[in-house]
């Protein structure tokens, strides 16, 4: 994979083709993100880009991360994020990202944490078949039996049966970039995309070649 960036999503709306059909879309709105570690085979074990975004007060974030930061940097970030690369010689230390890093109708790959919906049912969280609502049935929307009984005497791990809904880490893959504001470092991309208002999004593409 290539660098990416980090963005809060804004909200959704539609847009139109020339032809008339409606497309979903996700509005981003991409923070200042900076590179404040680059990472190799020789020093780390590996080679990737670190990412220091949304931009905070000095006084707000630790002395360890002031410190980190002070190698790269005299502004205060909040949080960090990696890329893995195969060409870290290509990037420098306090680059600035923005926006305009990507193309128009260029594929990439959003990372979130989804809207966490609570405690959910078999039938609203693995879109199970109900019972029957007639004819003196009393299994609505019952689990109904979750396995056999002497043998194997036990359920089975990974069962699909009522539990915590949503608030997980989901990739939305070949997401593609119909608009880009370089000004406002806004990026409008095609489909619904994780989370609710203000979510923190993982924009990544692929290295060119791939």
């Known amino acids: 994979m290539a660098i990416g960036l980090f963005g809060k999503k804004l909200g959704m709306t539609q847009i139109f083709e020339d032809s008339g059909t409606i497309f979903p879309v996700t509005i981003i709105k991409v923070e200042s993100c900076q590179i404040s570690q680059i990472k190799t085979v020789d020093t780390d074990g590996y080679n990737a880009i670190q990412i220091a975004y949304l931009e905070q007060k000095v006084n707000k974030i630790t002395k360890p991360q002031l410190g980190h930061l002070k190698k790269s940097t005299d502004k205060a970030f909040k949080s960090f994020g990696e890329f893995r690369i195969t060409n ?6 306090a680059q600035k990202l923005d926006a305009s890093c990507l193309a128009l109708g260029e594929k990439v790959s959003v990372t979130g944490k989804s809207i966490g919906k609570g405690f959910a049912g078999n039938q609203k969280r693995h879109n199970f078949s109900r019972g029957p609502m007639t004819h003196g049935s009393k299994n609505h929307r019952l689990p109904g039996s979750i396995g056999a009984g002497s043998t194997p005497g036990r359920v089975y791990p990974g069962k699909k049966m009522a539990g915590q809904l949503g608030n997980k880490t989901v990739t939305i893959k070949n997401s593609e970039v119909l608009f880009i504001n370089a000004e406002e470092n806004i ?14 999004l993982k924009i990544q593409t692929k290295e060119k070649g791939l």
């Open 88 to 93: 870290p010689q290509d990037y420098k230390l």
């Open 187 to 200: 990026l409008v991309l095609k489909g619904s995309l994780p989370g609710k208002k203000n979510t923190v």
